[in-house]
Protein backbone atom coordinates (compact mmCIF):
# COMPACT_ATOMS: atom_id res chain seq x y z
CA UNK A 1 0.00 0.00 0.00
CA UNK A 2 1.06 3.55 -0.86
CA UNK A 3 -0.13 5.25 1.68
CA UNK A 4 -3.54 6.04 0.34
CA UNK A 5 -6.50 3.81 1.70
CA UNK A 6 -9.89 4.23 0.20
CA UNK A 7 -12.26 4.50 2.58
CA UNK A 8 -14.35 1.55 2.51
CA UNK A 9 -11.34 -0.57 2.33
CA UNK A 10 -9.98 1.00 4.98
CA UNK A 11 -13.03 0.23 6.72
CA UNK A 12 -12.76 -3.95 5.84
CA UNK A 13 -8.76 -3.81 6.47
CA UNK A 14 -8.97 -1.04 9.81
CA UNK A 15 -6.26 -3.49 11.49
CA UNK A 16 -3.80 -3.79 8.81
CA UNK A 17 -4.32 0.40 8.43
CA UNK A 18 -3.41 1.09 11.86
CA UNK A 19 0.02 -1.26 11.01
CA UNK A 20 0.64 0.56 8.44
CA UNK A 21 0.77 3.51 10.50
CA UNK A 22 2.82 2.20 13.10
CA UNK A 23 5.66 0.88 10.04
CA UNK A 24 5.14 3.23 7.63
CA UNK A 25 3.97 6.82 9.33
CA UNK A 26 0.44 8.91 8.35
CA UNK A 27 -1.92 6.90 5.80
CA UNK A 28 -4.24 9.35 3.67
CA UNK A 29 -7.97 7.76 3.92
CA UNK A 30 -9.62 9.26 0.00
CA UNK A 31 -12.86 9.08 -0.76
CA UNK A 32 -13.96 9.52 -4.83
CA UNK A 33 -10.14 10.24 -5.27
CA UNK A 34 -10.23 13.07 -2.65
CA UNK A 35 -8.44 12.50 0.86
CA UNK A 36 -10.88 13.31 3.35
CA UNK A 37 -8.48 11.89 6.52
CA UNK A 38 -5.06 10.90 7.75
CA UNK A 39 -4.48 8.05 10.27
CA UNK A 40 -1.68 9.13 12.85
CA UNK A 41 0.29 7.74 15.34
CA UNK A 42 -1.29 8.74 18.87
CA UNK A 43 2.51 10.11 20.13
CA UNK A 44 2.38 12.15 17.00
CA UNK A 45 -0.95 13.33 17.74
CA UNK A 46 -0.59 13.86 20.81
CA UNK A 47 2.87 15.71 19.64
CA UNK A 48 0.95 18.42 17.47
CA UNK A 49 -1.86 19.05 19.90
CA UNK A 50 0.77 20.27 22.78
CA UNK A 51 -0.83 17.49 24.60
CA UNK A 52 -1.24 20.73 28.05
CA UNK A 53 -3.70 22.01 29.47
CA UNK A 54 -6.27 24.17 27.65
CA UNK A 55 -5.23 28.00 27.45
CA UNK A 56 -8.02 28.97 29.77
CA UNK A 57 -6.30 26.60 32.54
CA UNK A 58 -2.74 28.09 31.77
CA UNK A 59 -3.76 31.66 32.50
CA UNK A 60 -5.75 31.10 35.76
CA UNK A 61 -2.56 28.95 36.78
CA UNK A 62 -0.12 32.37 36.67
CA UNK A 63 -0.37 33.67 40.38
CA UNK A 64 1.70 36.60 39.44
CA UNK A 65 -0.19 38.04 36.58
CA UNK A 66 -2.93 40.89 37.22
CA UNK A 67 -5.40 39.94 34.22
CA UNK A 68 -7.92 42.67 35.58
CA UNK A 69 -8.17 45.69 32.94
CA UNK A 70 -9.16 49.33 33.97
CA UNK A 71 -10.35 51.96 31.30
CA UNK A 72 -11.59 55.64 31.41
CA UNK A 73 -15.26 55.16 31.65
CA UNK A 74 -15.50 58.28 28.97
CA UNK A 75 -16.71 57.78 25.41
CA UNK A 76 -13.46 56.91 23.50
CA UNK A 77 -14.88 59.03 20.61
CA UNK A 78 -17.53 61.61 20.32
CA UNK A 79 -20.72 60.13 17.93
CA UNK A 80 -22.72 63.33 16.53
CA UNK A 81 -26.26 61.28 16.25
CA UNK A 82 -27.85 64.25 14.36
CA UNK A 83 -28.99 63.31 10.81
CA UNK A 84 -28.16 66.82 9.27
CA UNK A 85 -26.25 66.55 5.96
Do not use: C
Not at 15 to 30: K, M, N, W
Not at 58 to 74: C, G, K, Q, T, Y
Amino acid sequence: MNGHWQLQEAKQRFSELIRSVETDGPQFVTRHGEEVAVVIDIAEYRRLRGGGEDFKAFLRSASDVDLEISRSPAPARVVDLSEDE
